[in-house]
T-cell receptor
């Protein structure tokens, strides 16, 4: 499994766009990049997954450069309720390949 | 559609006691998982079940046993609880999108004194 590196914490204000970058220098050819969100006292929640370029859904966008050695989760116009821990995971999304969660990035949104 | 449910939500045990954590999902998923999360840490996989009738060890299986009772239910048993097993336990399941899109339950907060 590719090792990932994320900032330990980030602070932002309501209404701002937040970009969380994840470094994964040894990503394998077939690996995907997946992000989870975890609110205090809750289980993680799948946010977005991508392989290359850009993926967007109703919650976030995921930007992946051509070399795929890093990725950026973008949260548009955050609110206080986006305060959470965000995990970046890299691996082949097939049965038998297990998720490995690091410590994640603590995002604190302030008013 | 309740998703993934876990019981109990909270539990306090004395060292040496045993208990079973229950998990059920109503999404017709094949795979189910048990994780533990210690304060300030990421989740660590204890056991998983790729399909009904199969179970495999994860990263930290020692001190735990599991049973995949049927497609819906996956239980985690602590035979002789130890203070090192104080943690929050999460159950998860995944369907046709594979292991990387998992759905998590609300967790069980376990304290062993």
């Amino acid at each position: 499994l590719a090792k990932t590196t994320q900032p330990i914490s980030m602070d932002s204000y309501e209404g701002q766009e937040v970009n969380i970058t994840c470094s994964h220098n040894n990503i394998a050819t077939n690996d995907y990049i997946t992000w989870y969100q975890q609110f205090p006292s809750q289980g993680p929640r799948f946010i977005i997954q991508g392989y290359k370029t850009k993926v967007t859904n109703e919650v976030a966008s995921l930007f992946i450069p051509a070399d795929r050695k890093s990725s950026t989760l973008s949260l548009p116009r955050v609110s206080l309720s986006d305060t959470a821990v965000y995990y970046c995971l890299v691996g082949l999304p097939l049965y038998g390949n297990k998720l490995v969660f690091g410590a994640g990035t603590i995002l604190r949104v302030k008013s | 559609n309740a998703g993934v449910t876990q019981t109990p939500k909270f539990q306090v045990l004395k060292t040496g006691q045993s208990m079973t954590l229950q998990c059920a999902q109503d999404m017709n998923h094949n795979s189910m998982y048990w994780y533990r999360q210690d304060p300030g840490m990421g989740l660590r996989l204890i056991y998983y079940s790729a399909s009904e009738g199969t179970t495999d060890k994860g990263e930290v299986p020692n001190g735990y046993n599991v049973s995949r009772l049927n497609k819906r239910e996956f239980s985690l048993r602590l035979e002789s609880a130890a203070p090192s097993q104080t943690s929050v336990y999460f159950c998860a399941s995944s369907g046709y999108r594979g292991d990387y899109e998992q759905y998590f339950g609300p967790g069980t907060r376990l304290t062993v004194t």
